[in-house]
């Protein structure tokens, strides 16, 4: 079994300041790791992933994560957070044998400016 | 990048009517598709894994009469509710894995809002 845990519901952050998004995860396998964000009334866009190599990961509109073995998190990370990066965002988890995901139950983000 | 097209974004309709969305994969070949169900400010649960040319893989407690999942060719899947009723309103969301590419990124729809009346 795959389950993922974002342990913040809502996290405030001003906008300039460093933003970091929480998400801890438990799969029997390898894990594949993957951050979405979703804004109003719309689907899910991909961020970044985390499949195997450098533990830190780069991804879209200045997020990284860092896939942290040990601890078995995978956190979401700016630098200089955006009032434009208020949505919600979902970690996400799948070991390698297929390609279900499974959610964490999304963290909403609010820049203020 | 690759892109995920759902349809309709919006729809209403009467209780005990049936409501068809469609998911495409516009760019790329998808053998799996995905359908989640979101209710608003919660997570996305698993619906069912949608396969080309074979039947739909149902997660538990998920009616597969009621949600009827076909997946005609490499670039459509389609979700019917039958006999809806309002408790099925909710946001329905696909998503697609490319088949060609193994990057492993699964790509998804923008959604649709379905509301029972």
């Known amino acids: 079994a795959q389950s993922v845990a974002q342990p913040e519901d809502q996290v405030n952050v001003a906008e300039g300041n460093p933003l970091t998004v929480k998400c801890t995860y438990s799969?029997?396998?390898?894990?594949?790791l993957f951050w979405y964000v979703q804004y109003p009334n719309r689907g899910l866009q991909f961020l970044l992933k985390?499949?195997?190599?450098?533990?830190l990961v780069k991804g879209s509109y200045g997020f990284e994560a860092e896939f942290n073995k040990s601890q078995t998190s995978f956190h979401l990370k700016k630098p200089s957070a955006l009032v434009s990066d208020s949505a919600l965002y979902f970690c996400?988890?799948?070991?390698?044998?297929?390609?279900?995901?499974?959610f964490g139950a999304g963290t909403t983000v609010t820049v203020r400016a | 990048g690759a892109v995920v097209s759902q349809h309709p974004s919006r729809v209403i309709c009467k209780s005990g009517t049936s409501v068809k969305i469609e998911c495409r994969s516009l760019?790329?070949?998808?053998?799996?598709m995905f359908w989640y169900r979101q209710f608003p400010k919660q997570s996305l649960m698993l619906m069912a894994t949608?396969?080309?040319?074979?039947?739909?893989?149902?997660e538990q407690g998920v009616e597969k009469d009621k949600f009827l999942i076909n997946h005609a060719s490499l670039t459509l899947s389609t979700l019917t509710v039958t006999s809806a009723h309002p408790e099925d309103s909710s946001f329905y969301i696909c998503?697609?894995?490319?088949?060609?590419?193994?990057?492993?990124?699964?790509?998804f729809g923008e959604g649709s809002w379905l509301t029972v009346v």
């Open positions: 998503s697609a894995r490319d088949t060609a590419y193994s990057g492993n990124t699964i790509y």
């Open positions: 799969v029997s396998g390898n894990p594949y």
């Open positions: 985390y499949i195997t190599g450098d533990n």
């Open positions: 996400a988890v799948r070991d390698g044998s297929d390609y279900k995901l499974s």
């Open positions: 760019d790329f070949q998808a053998t799996t």
């Open positions: 949608s396969n080309e040319g074979s039947k739909a893989t149902y």
